[in-house]
Every structure is written in structure tokens, then in C-alpha cells.
């Protein structure tokens, strides 16, 4: 992936400040401010005679400059990301999983509000919030668009600020991006401003966007957000119990619960605009909440994105845009779908319309047209792994907590010991499994030492190893392997490390671990299982809710050709009898 070169400038002005930024606790905050000051005083000097600061000799430093002046030299909603982003660097990497400080681009910014408009959304009328608004990544292009529409209707600029003081809200507990959201928007509005000779008070309130609003708080007609994504601690998750328990399962993730909360607070009929992770379109902890959206609202599109190295600063998470009308009264069908895709070249390309189930399943999202008619077949097909005679499990081992022994090899001597291989991650292959492959240099634990056969860690049965940690970027996401039976039967069982996914079933299964290894390496099992994964990881509830063809039909495919592809597109009815051909 070739790097922007702005972002390779941002690295190098941010890395120039890190000394400055970590002299106090209060650093980083001391840090923007003086770049944003030095910022407004080239391009906007009424708003930095405005505003007392007590910066000391921060705005003088030659770093402090040579910053300010590139971000002048930027288009204005990029160099408002790449300041905020610059906080977030300087906080620190602890502070900044904490908060999950990764700021929208703006690109994403508009694609979300084009989205919006083109769904009714009105930037002249309605009331546009924010729940998670620091840095202000969608006020910004929000207000200007609305500055935009509201001078096309001959509004002078004294107006057009009042109206968008009414029109535009937020939410966020970063004092200091609060703060830096305020003056964002003032920058954004500033020939306005000048126009007027007067400074708007935006409603951005230092409160939690998960708690309950005041009691005078006005309802938006837009909820528009990227809200943080993190796992809730335990005394977090007991904070927010009761008022989403409706869609708390496990361990929540944050951004769980400002979709929950987004359609809480939007008026009825009103649209709600989303940038999440991809997580929640298939993680067996949002099922609940994917059963909520369905009952709350009407999905009215999903934009699935990529190359997401380059979007965020310091983030690897795939990325969706969800947009979603709040309905007035509770539905349990859901409604089609618009499927959008971002392709290489950076245009969206529509490839239709999708029905996603409201049972709490993976939503299975088709990642081009020809997905949608592979899914369409698919999903009409009720068989599953469990058809087929196979349960799935993670390995049991976890590296660095296991204390039993490990060998390099099997041990020869006589002493009375249970050995046992070891399966790790880098063993597999599509091609086969190769137990002791060379993954990593200073590798020597391919063996364990186990208190017997019989313990739970043992895998004796028949099995199918797959890769758990890939990702969407890969053109495989299943890689898999059928661990040989004569080896397996050799050393009594293996250990599966926790990078392993373990498929099992009963000897004497007419589908054998080399044979569902192929089924589950075909080009079509593995565009279906990108469709309904939306995590890095390959889970059990994914690899059990994948759509496979049914047993039957697949094993008379089977008989008419060797082609496991073909077979398959046979069994889901997808071939025409055309194709098929008798084995030789």
C-alpha cells in the first residue's frame, strides 16, 4: 500500500513536537492549542485575538510554526483531521485505546452526509447532533453545507449563523476536543463571522452521549456519529446494564451502545448516519442489538469500505457506513437493503439489494454483484456445519499462560510422560497441514506434555484445523486443512493452540476432514464467509451460521464432477445442467 504523502509530512511534524507534548500532563492540550493558535493568527486573526490563552513560549517555537503553517497550507477539513489526529498521537497510546481517539477523514465524513441528503435529510430545516463529536470531523462539512444552502436561499450571514446555532448540536467528555470542536467551527463559518461581526454559540455539551439527555434537550432529526470502538470494562458495563440491557450480551463494545443510543434519542421517521467498525454485522455479541436495529428501524443502506490503513490514524478495524431511518412504530421484518461497495478506484458501486434476516444472525452483506446472486441462493439453503456431522471449537492452548511443558521435538527417553503435538496456526495451509512449519525463528514448542489422552485439551477425534486470525483483505479467508488421520492416530490426539479453530466429527463420517477441507477452501465457501464476517478473527458462530449447500444435493454434485467449485455451485443451483459433466 503506497502511504499519502501528507500523511508521511503529518508523521514527520507530529514525531517533531513529541518532546513538548510529553513535558507536562497537560502537554498535548498546550500543544494543539499553540498550533491552533499560531493556525488563526495567519488565516483567521479575528478568532485568535479572541480567545486568551496562556501558552507561554509554545507559539514562538520554530515546530509549533513550520506545523501551523502546513496545516494552512491544507484544505480546511483535512488539516482540522490531521490537528485532531495530532492530539490524539501525542496523548499517548494508552490514553488513546482508552478514549478511542481515531478521528473520521473527511472523505468518510462526506460520504456519510451524502448518504444522508440523498436519503431526505435537510441542511436548511432540521436539527443535526453529534453524540460523539470531538473533533469535530462531521459538524464541520455539516455546517458548511448548511452555510452553503441556507446563503443559496438569500439568507444574509448574520441569519445564517443563527440558524445553524439552532441546527447543529454534539456531545463529547474530551474537554480539550470539546474545546477544539468549538473553534473548528467558528474557522469553518469564519467569512460569515467577518460578514456578521459576530461569533456564534454552538450547543456542544462536555456530557456522556450515552446517558440519559436533559430534560429540555430537543430530539435531532439527524443523528450523525463515529462513535468510539472499544470493549466496556466491567465497572462500565454495569454503568450502562439497565438502560441497554435490551442489547448488552458478554462483553459490550462501545459502539454498540451509540448505535442503541441513536435510535433512542433521533425523533421518529427520523435518519440516523453511522462510520462503525464491521464487527457488529456478524459478531455473536451484537446479536441482540442486530435484532434491535431490525425491530427499531428501517436499514436503508450499507456502504462496506476498505483500505482502511490508510483512512485512520493508529487503527486497523474494516469499516462500515450504515444509514438507518428510526421507524414510529416497532417492526419486526426487515426491509431491503441498498448495498454499496468502495472499490479500489475509490467510487461506490451499488450491486443491490439485500434482505437482512432480524433473528440475531450474521447479516450477510455480498461484496460485489456476482455475491448477490450467490447469496441469494445461498441463504435459501438451511444447511450448516452441524448437516454435515461437524462441531467447532478453539484451541485450547494459550502461549504465554500455559505453564506444562513443551519440546521441540518427541521426546525418546523412557520417562513415563503423555506427549502430544502441537497445532499452531502457521501449520496450516490450504494446501495441507505441515506440523513444524517455520513460522518464526526461535520456535521450539511442538510438543506438550499433557497429564493424559483423556484430558479436555486433546483432540482425538477426526478434524479439520483452520487459520482463526485473518483478514478481509486476504482473498482466503478460510484456510483450511484436514489433519491426517494415521498422524493424528499415531501420537494419541494434538493440542490446538488458540490461534487454531478446530472442526470435529465421529470416524466413519461419509464427509471426511479432507473432504470438508475442500468444501471449506472453495472460492464460493469463502466469498460467502466474507459476506457474514465483519471481525479479523474467524469465529465459531460465523463458521456454524455459514450457509453451505445442502449435504444431499452436494454429494450428488459430487458424482457428476470432481471440481469441488463446480460441485458446489451444482448443490446451491447456481450451474446449468449444461455444466455438468460425468467423471471419467
Known amino acids: 500500500m503506497v502511504i499519502p504523502e ?17 513535558d507536562s500532563e497537560n502537554g498535548p492540550q498546550r500543544l494543539v492549542e499553540a498550533v491552533l493558535h499560531a493556525w488563526q493568527l495567519q488565516s483567521y486573526p479575528l478568532l485568535a485575538k479572541r480567545v486568551s490563552r496562556q501558552l507561554g513560549e509554545l507559539p514562538l517555537k520554530d515546530d509549533v510554526n513550520k506545523f501551523s503553517l502546513w496545516l494552512s497550507q491544507q484544505s480546511f477539513n483535512d488539516a482540522a483531521f490531521w490537528l485532531a489526529s495530532a ?33 431526505g435529510a435537510s441542511l436548511t430545516t432540521v436539527h443535526w447532533h453529534d453524540p460523539a463529536c470531538g473533533g469535530a470531523a462531521f459538524l464541520v462539512p455539516t ?43 467558528l474557522m469553518a463559518l469564519y467569512p460569515h463571522i467577518k460578514a456578521a461581526q459576530r461569533f456564534p454559540d454552538f450547543d456542544l455539551r462536555n456530557e456522556d452521549g450515552l446517558l440519559p439527555p436533559p430534560s429540555k434537550y430537543q430530539a435531532p432529526d439527524v443523528v450523525i456519529c463515529n462513535p468510539p470502538y472499544r470493549k466496556l470494562n466491567a465497572a462500565e458495563t454495569q454503568r450502562y446494564a439497565s438502560k441497554f440491557k435490551d442489547v448488552i450480551r458478554s462483553q459490550p463494545n462501545i459502539y454498540g451502545l451509540f448505535i442503541r443510543e441513536a435510535l433512542n434519542v433521533v425523533k421518529p421517521g427520523g435518519l440516523i448516519g453511522l462510520l462503525t467498525p464491521t464487527s457488529f454485522l456478524s459478531g455473536a455479541s451484537f446479536s441482540k442489538l442486530r435484532s434491535r436495529i431490525v425491530d427499531l428501524s428501517h436499514i436503508l443502506q450499507i456502504d462496506m469500505l476498505s483500505d482502511r490503513t490508510s483512512m485512520f490514524i493508529a487503527v486497523e478495524q474494516e469499516t462500515v457506513i450504515s444509514v438507518l431511518r428510526a421507524l414510529p412504530t416497532l417492526t419486526h421484518e426487515a426491509m431491503p437493503t441498498d448495498i454499496h461497495i468502495l472499490t479500489p478506484g475509490g467510487t461506490y458501486e451499488n450491486v443491490g439489494k439485500h434482505r437482512l434476516c432480524n433473528n440475531g444472525a450474521p447479516w450477510a452483506i455480498p461484496r460485489s454483484t456476482a455475491d448477490s446472486a450467490l447469496l441469494d441462493c445461498a441463504e435459501r439453503s438451511t444447511a450448516r456445519l452441524g448437516d454435515f456431522g461437524y462441531s467447532a471449537r478453539i484451541g485450547h492452548l494459550v502461549a ?37 512449519r517455520v513460522q518464526k525463528k526461535n520456535r521450539t514448542d511442538y510438543f506438550i506434555e499433557v497429564s493424559s489422552l483423556g484430558h479436555t485439551s486433546v483432540i482425538s477425534l477426526p478434524s479439520v484445523v483452520l487459520q482463526r486470525l485473518t483478514s478481509n483483505d486476504q482473498h482466503h479467508r478460510l484456510i483450511a486443512a484436514p489433519v491426517p488421520r494415521c498422524w493424528q492416530t499415531a501420537h494419541g490426539g494434538f493440542v490446538a493452540e488458540n490461534h487454531v479453530v478446530v472442526l470435529q466429527t465421529q470416524p466413519g463420517n461419509r464427509w471426511t476432514p479432507a473432504l470438508m477441507a475442500k468444501v471449506l477452501n472453495s472460492a464460493g465457501i469463502n466469498r460467502l464467509y466474507r459476506s457474514i464476517s465483519g471481525a479479523s478473527n474467524v469465529a465459531t458462530s460465523e463458521l456454524l451460521a455459514l450457509p453451505l449447500p445442502p449435504p444431499r444435493e452436494l454429494d450428488e454434485a459430487l458424482s457428476r464432477t470432481e471440481d469441488i467449485d463446480e460441485a458446489i455451485r451444482i448443490a446451491f443451483g447456481l450451474a446449468t445442467p449444461v455444466t455438468l459433466r460425468k467423471k471419467a
Not at 438569500?154 to 473553534?183: F, H, M, P, T, Y
Request: proline share 5%; with cysteine.
Open 400 to 436: 504465554f499462560r500455559d505453564k506444562r511443558r513443551r519440546f521441540p521435538q518427541k521426546p525418546m527417553d523412557d520417562a513415563p510422560r503423555c506427549v502430544v503435538p502441537i497445532l499452531w496456526a502457521g501449520d496450516i495451509t490450504k494446501e495441507g497441514l505441515d506440523h513444524g
Open 143 to 185: 455546517a458548511q453545507r448548511m452555510a452553503q444552502a441556507l446563503a443559496g436561499l438569500g439568507l444574509a450571514s448574520g441569519e445564517v449563523l443563527k440558524r445553524i446555532e439552532r441546527q447543529l448540536s454534539g456531545n463529547d467528555l474530551d474537554k480539550a476536543l470539546l474545546s477544539l470542536s468549538r473553534q473548528f467551527l
Open 87 to 119: 492530539y490524539a498521537t501525542w496523548v499517548g497510546e494508552k490514553r488513546r485505546t482508552e478514549q478511542a481517539l481515531y478521528f473520521t477523514p473527511p472523505k468518510l465524513a462526506d460520504r456519510v452526509i451524502d448518504d444522508l441528503v440523498q436519503r
Open 6 to 22: 501528507s500523511k508521511i509530512r503529518f508523521n514527520s511534524l507530529v514525531k517533531s513536537l513529541d518532546t513538548i507534548a510529553k
